[in-house]
């Protein structure tokens, strides 16, 4: 064990140090800006992202008004040289993309284009910084589309059941308080208020440019300090950001809303991102509640049964942060999931073998975020942001690689208290507890295609940029080989897949992948079903050999179908709890009233009820044939030894007859208008 530790050491500084070739150039200019830029020749792409210190918490007297927010919809309306809709059709018109989003600490704006359009998308991000006109009557226009995003927050259970949890966890800092702000400050706002705030902070010396991609850094370095050359240093004052106060005891809080599902969340405070302590506990947080290996999981969905689904997160901003795990479960069982969720974070008999496992995944998800230049613009500047550091990733990952044991052990009691905890719950009407109120060279781009003689066919992309590889298995099914009788086998026969086989249960399955820092998961919609995975280079082999053999020998056992048909039964409900997906449906059934395109993919409460293990036996032996089966391999491959592996391991699968009924074209006879009612805050209109 020690032997294969070191080795697993050695291949990640390996990693780190290859990622290192192409170092972060950074330059302050004169006037406080500061300006990063990675070279990145790998793909004729290139991210640019400008991040300003003005988010949520920066607020000061219009704190909970959302000010933040409202610039991030309003720069991109026009500026002193552009119009309203110039800035979008600019970036249209190279074929790029232009985004933004806020957050507690930040406002971030990217736009990603192709190489030949980076002058245009720094030009455009430098004439917003400096010269927006927030447009009064396009202010108004996006203050109204901020409060329907406001109500849309207190529609949907998910979002609704997170601000409860931040609102508990925290009584003084300003990360109790929503992003987006609360309607009644919101409306009291002008745009005097907006543009003060926009001057205030919109200053050189309280940003900073990230450009990653395929580019000369001394370019960008010049064409940016030319950009900004009047842009004049302004006098930021300092945000006052109170202290949150040491937790004493246990705090709880339940609220209730027209749900069918309850949502626990448990959270504990922890230190900021510079912590040392903050590698534990990404650990910890793996180990609990990361993929269906994970302990939580095993325990409380596979073993107990009392909730649906679990998982947990480290969240380590700036300022002291939040460890948190979060259930949806049946209301009449939440007592018994928060208590088997408490029960199961004492356990401290961690092995080698999970910490190893967590690290892998930890690293593996960090690489994947560097893959495009957007993920490596987005790395650097939160990296800078909150350390100072812009390769602090590098930094991350080695001192993860430190992590013992003994040192998960130690989060785990010296963090996850009861004096600590916070837990808030979100229930169906009528159910709340009564006792609580309230670098690497060019790379080729070309995907290659292979058909193996059974009829499989392989499309197998070359990228050595990173060590990481994807893989896709997809079959052509969903809602178009259904009927209004079965609706819902597709969804049910893909996660059965996962299950077991004749030679491994659901447990080794997921163990099998996971222990190796990989994921695996279903997916099922309306043209296609299939697998996904995503593993490191090193361990493809073992990812292929899962795949080959929950494909061709699932066994569909009779515990599991159960369990996962409850599972399923519980997303259509919880989907049935969303104003806008129940929009969607009506829209569906509305305009294909013969087509399958009718039908949901998750299929209704009465027809995943009545499926049985015949049924699903029958859908694989029909649709899971290699005729009906494309295989997506891409990454640090070649595509000659996947076109063996491939064969190998699937080429003696038999091809059989497939057949799909042939729908014809829906033509609606007349205008359909069609209503439901639903006791929501807000009103969806689809048409």
Same mark, same amino acid.
């Given at each position: 064990?020690?032997?294969?530790?070191?080795?697993?050491?050695?291949?990640?500084?390996?990693?780190?140090?290859?990622?290192?070739?192409?170092?972060?150039?950074?330059?302050?200019?004169?006037?406080?800006?500061?300006?990063?830029?990675?070279?990145?020749?790998?793909?004729?792409?290139?991210?640019?992202?400008?991040?300003?210190?003005?988010?949520?918490?920066?607020?000061?007297?219009?704190?909970?008004?959302?000010?933040?927010?409202?610039?991030?919809?309003?720069?991109?309306?026009?500026?002193?040289?552009?119009?309203?809709?110039?800035?979008?059709?600019?970036?249209?018109?190279?074929?790029?993309?232009?985004?933004?989003?806020?957050?507690?600490?930040?406002?971030?704006?990217?736009?990603?284009?192709?190489?030949?359009?980076?002058?245009?998308?720094?030009?455009?991000?430098?004439?917003?910084?400096?010269?927006?006109?927030?447009?009064?009557?396009?202010?108004?226009?996006?203050?109204?589309?901020?409060?329907?995003?406001?109500?849309?927050?207190?529609?949907?259970?998910?979002?609704?059941?997170?601000?409860?949890?931040?609102?508990?966890?925290?009584?003084?800092?300003?990360?109790?308080?929503?992003?987006?702000?609360?309607?009644?400050?919101?409306?009291?706002?002008?745009?005097?208020?907006?543009?003060?705030?926009?001057?205030?902070?919109?200053?050189?010396?309280?940003?900073?440019?990230?450009?990653?991609?395929?580019?000369?850094?001394?370019?960008?370095?010049?064409?940016?300090?030319?950009?900004?050359?009047?842009?004049?240093?302004?006098?930021?004052?300092?945000?006052?950001?109170?202290?949150?106060?040491?937790?004493?005891?246990?705090?709880?809080?339940?609220?209730?809303?027209?749900?069918?599902?309850?949502?626990?969340?448990?959270?504990?405070?922890?230190?900021?991102?510079?912590?040392?302590?903050?590698?534990?506990?990404? !650990?910890?947080?793996?180990?609990?509640?990361?993929?269906?290996?994970?302990?939580?999981?095993?325990?409380?969905?596979?073993?107990?049964? !009392?909730?649906?689904?679990?998982?947990?997160?480290?969240?380590?901003?700036?300022?002291?942060?939040?460890?948190?795990?979060?259930?949806?479960?049946?209301?009449?069982?939440?007592?018994?999931?928060?208590?088997?969720?408490?029960?199961?974070?004492?356990?401290?008999?961690?092995?080698?073998?999970?910490?190893?496992?967590?690290?892998?995944?930890?690293?593996?998800?960090?690489?994947?975020?560097?893959?495009?230049?957007?993920?490596?613009?987005?790395?650097?500047?939160?990296?800078?942001?909150?350390?100072?550091?812009?390769?602090?990733?590098?930094?991350?990952?080695?001192?993860?690689?430190?992590?013992?044991?003994?040192?998960?052990?130690?989060?785990?009691?010296?963090?996850?208290?009861?004096?600590?905890?916070?837990?808030?719950?979100?229930?169906?009407?009528?159910?709340?507890?009564?006792?609580?109120?309230?670098?690497?060279?060019?790379?080729?781009?070309?995907?290659?295609?292979?058909?193996?003689?059974?009829?499989?066919?392989?499309?197998?992309?070359?990228?050595?940029?990173?060590?990481?590889?994807?893989?896709?298995?997809?079959?052509?099914?969903?809602?178009?080989?259904?009927?209004?009788?079965?609706?819902?086998?597709?969804?049910?026969?893909?996660?059965?897949?996962?299950?077991?086989?004749?030679?491994?249960?659901?447990?080794?399955?997921?163990?099998?992948?996971?222990?190796?820092?990989?994921?695996?998961?279903?997916?099922?919609?309306?043209?296609?079903?299939?697998?996904?995975?995503?593993?490191?280079?090193?361990?493809?082999?073992?990812?292929?050999?899962?795949?080959?053999?929950?494909?061709?020998?699932?066994?569909?056992?009779?515990?599991?179908?159960?369990?996962?048909?409850?599972?399923?039964?519980?997303?259509?409900?919880?989907?049935?709890?969303?104003?806008?997906?129940?929009?969607?449906?009506?829209?569906?059934?509305?305009?294909?009233?013969?087509?399958?395109?009718?039908?949901?993919?998750?299929?209704?409460?009465?027809?995943?009820?009545?499926?049985?293990?015949?049924?699903?036996?029958?859908?694989?032996?029909?649709?899971?044939?290699?005729?009906?089966?494309?295989?997506?391999?891409?990454?640090?491959?070649?595509?000659?030894?996947?076109?063996?592996?491939?064969?190998?391991?699937?080429?003696?699968?038999?091809?059989?007859?497939?057949?799909?009924?042939?729908?014809?074209?829906?033509?609606?006879?007349?205008?359909?208008?069609?209503?439901?009612?639903?006791?929501?805050?807000?009103?969806?209109?689809?048409?």
């Amino acid at each position: 064990m020690q032997r294969c530790l070191l080795s697993l050491i050695a291949f990640f500084c390996a990693v780190t140090a290859t990622f290192a070739v192409s170092p972060v150039q950074k330059r302050v200019l004169p006037n406080g800006l500061t300006i990063l830029v990675r070279e990145d020749h790998s793909a004729p792409v290139v991210s640019a992202q400008t991040w300003v210190k003005a988010g949520s918490v920066t607020e000061a007297d219009w704190m909970g008004a959302g000010l933040s927010h409202v610039l991030e919809h309003m720069l991109f309306k026009g500026t002193t040289t552009r119009g309203v809709a110039q800035i979008a059709q600019e970036i249209e018109r190279h074929g790029g993309y232009i985004n933004a989003y806020t957050s507690f600490e930040q406002t971030v704006f990217h736009i990603d284009i192709p190489k030949e359009g980076w002058q245009t998308a720094v030009d455009i991000l430098a004439d917003c910084m400096m010269n927006a006109t927030i447009p009064d009557e396009e202010l108004q226009k996006e203050k109204r589309v901020i409060l329907r995003e406001m109500a849309m927050n207190q529609d949907n259970p998910d979002r609704r059941a997170s601000l409860l949890m931040w609102n508990t966890a925290y009584t003084t800092h300003p990360y109790r308080h929503p992003v987006i702000g609360y309607p009644d400050i919101y409306n009291r706002t002008t745009r005097d208020d907006v543009v003060a705030y926009y001057k205030r902070h919109y200053v050189p010396n309280n940003m900073m440019f990230a450009v990653v991609g395929d580019v000369s850094a001394a370019e960008v370095f010049q064409r940016i300090e030319t950009l900004t050359k009047n842009f004049k240093m302004g006098a930021v004052p300092p945000a006052y950001v109170p202290a949150e106060p040491p937790q004493l005891e246990t705090r709880r809080r339940d609220e209730e809303m027209a749900i069918q599902l309850a949502q626990a969340h448990l959270a504990w405070h922890i230190p900021d991102i510079t912590h040392p302590d903050v590698y534990p506990l990404d !650990v910890l947080a793996i180990i609990l509640g990361n993929g269906r290996s994970s302990r939580l999981y095993r325990e409380l969905v596979e073993k107990q049964g !009392v909730v649906h689904g679990v998982e947990a997160s480290s969240w380590t901003p700036g300022d002291p942060g939040l460890f948190i795990i979060e259930a949806s479960v049946d209301a009449d069982k939440r007592e018994a999931a928060i208590s088997a969720i408490r029960s199961e974070i004492t356990k401290l008999d961690f092995s080698k073998e999970e910490v190893e496992k967590a690290i892998k995944i930890t690293t593996s998800n960090l690489l994947e975020q560097l893959k495009t230049m957007n993920g490596q613009a987005a790395d650097i500047g939160h990296n800078q942001f909150l350390t100072g550091d812009p390769n602090f990733s590098e930094t991350y990952l080695r001192n993860l690689q430190k992590v013992t044991v003994a040192d998960v052990r130690r989060v785990a009691k010296q963090y996850l208290t009861d004096s600590q905890l916070t837990i808030t719950t979100l229930n169906p009407t009528g159910t709340a507890p009564q006792s609580t109120a309230t670098v690497a060279g060019k790379t080729d781009t070309a995907i290659q295609k292979i058909e193996l003689p059974n009829g499989l066919r392989l499309l197998v992309r070359e990228d050595p940029k990173l060590p990481l590889v994807d893989v896709r298995v997809l079959m052509k099914g969903g809602v178009i080989a259904e009927t209004a009788g079965n609706n819902g086998v597709t969804k049910l026969t893909a996660r059965l897949l996962l299950k077991g086989t004749k030679s491994r249960t659901a447990e080794q399955i997921a163990d099998e992948i996971e222990s190796v820092g990989g994921s695996i998961d279903y997916f099922a919609g309306n043209n296609s079903f299939g697998l996904a995975a995503h593993v490191m280079k090193p361990d493809l082999d073992r990812a292929l050999n899962v795949l080959a053999d929950v494909v061709q020998n699932p066994t569909f056992p009779a515990d599991m179908l159960e369990r996962e048909r409850e599972v399923q039964l519980a997303e259509i409900k919880a989907e049935q709890d969303k104003i806008l997906p129940v929009g969607q449906q009506l829209l569906r059934e509305s305009l294909f009233t013969m087509h399958p395109y009718r039908l949901n993919s998750a299929g209704t409460i009465e027809t995943v009820a009545k499926l049985q293990r015949d049924d699903l036996i029958s859908f694989h032996r029909r649709y899971v044939v290699p005729n009906n089966m494309v295989i997506c391999i891409f990454g640090d491959v070649k595509a000659a030894d996947i076109r063996r592996l491939v064969e190998q391991k699937l080429g003696r699968m038999k091809s059989t007859p497939l057949t799909f009924t042939k729908n014809g074209t829906d033509r609606l006879a007349a205008d359909v208008r069609k209503e439901a009612s639903r006791p929501k805050e807000q009103a969806v209109l689809l048409i």
